[in-house]
C-alpha cells in the first residue's frame, strides 16, 4: 500500500513527540524523506507544509527545515467554495456572471500580483445569493500567464472559485480582512445602503512563486467569519 501524506505527517510528528528529533534540530531533506518513506517527493512536501502551517516545524528555502523550538500557535482561515460554504448553511445557492473580459493587467494589479508589463489577466465580476439574498461580491483577477486555458473558460454557470480549485492549487496564500462601506456598485449588488459598513476579504493565490489569482471578497452586511487555531 502507498504511503499517503497522512502517513507521513503522522511518522514525523511522531518523532518530534517522542524526542527523536530535538526543538531546533534540522529536519532531513525532502529527497531524503522521500527515499526514506518510498514516496514520491510531493507527498512529502504536503505532509511537511502541514506541519508547518500547524506550527510544529519551521520552513526555509535556503536553509532547510527545523523542528520548531516551541510550536506555534496559528489562526487558521479556510479558502472555502462559497456555494459550499452557504449550503452548509442550509440554505439554496445561486451564482451570477456580472461582468467578464480580457485585458491588459491595470498597472495596480500588476503592483498587487507581481506581474510584468503588457500581461493579461481574466477579468471577473461575480455574485453569490443565499435564499436569493446577495451573500458575497466577488472582483476576481487570473493570470493568464499561469492559467491560460482561464482565457476561454465559461464562467457563466460555474463560479472562478469552484473553476481555480479544480484546475490549479496553491503554494502560498495572502489573506487581509478590512472594513470597507458600500459605494454605488456594491450598494447595488449586494441590496444595501450607499455608506453601509461591510466586511472585506483581499486574497492572493501563487503557484511556485508565480501570481495566480487576486480576488477581493465583499460580503453583506452582518457576515461573520470564524477561524480556528
Known amino acids: 500500500m502507498a504511503v499517503t501524506y497522512r502517513d507521513i505527517k503522522a511518522d514525523i510528528l511522531g518523532k518530534i513527540t517522542r524526542g527523536e528529533w530535538k526543538p531546533g ?6 529527497l531524503e524523506l522521500a527515499e526514506t518513506y518510498g514516496s514520491a517527493r510531493a507527498t512529502v512536501n504536503r505532509a511537511m507544509r502541514e506541519l508547518a502551517e500547524d506550527g510544529i516545524i519551521e520552513r ?5 527545515s527545523r523542528v520548531r523550538l516551541s510550536p506555534l500557535r496559528q489562526a487558521r482561515f479556510d479558502i472555502p ?11 439554496a445557492y445561486r451564482y451570477a456572471l456580472v461582468e467578464s473580459e480580457v485585458v491588459r493587467a491595470p498597472d495596480w494589479v500588476r503592483a498587487r500580483m507581481g506581474l510584468s508589463p503588457g500581461e493579461t489577466v481574466r477579468h471577473l465580476v461575480c455574485l453569490h445569493f443565499a435564499d436569493g439574498t446577495p451573500y458575497q461580491h466577488e ?14 473558460a465559461d464562467f457563466r454557470s460555474e463560479g472562478p472559485n469552484e473553476w481555480l480549485v479544480a484546475h490549479i492549487p496553491f503554494s502560498e496564500a495572502e489573506i487581509s480582512i478590512s472594513a470597507t462601506v458600500a459605494d454605488a456598485t456594491l450598494a447595488a449588488h449586494l441590496a444595501c445602503a450607499a455608506g453601509d459598513p461591510l466586511l472585506q476579504i483581499e486574497r492572493s493565490t501563487r503557484w511556485h512563486g508565480r501570481a495566480v489569482t487576486y480576488v477581493r471578497l465583499v460580503h453583506h452586511r452582518g457576515h461573520r467569519m470564524t477561524a480556528r487555531y
Open 25 to 30: 534540530s534540522l529536519i532531513p531533506g525532502e
Open 139 to 152: 472582483d476576481r483577477w487570473i493570470n493568464l500567464a499561469v492559467l491560460p486555458q482561464a482565457r476561454d
Open 60 to 64: 526555509k528555502r535556503k536553509s532547510g
Open 81 to 91: 467554495i462559497v456555494r459550499r460554504e452557504i449550503e452548509e448553511r442550509g440554505a
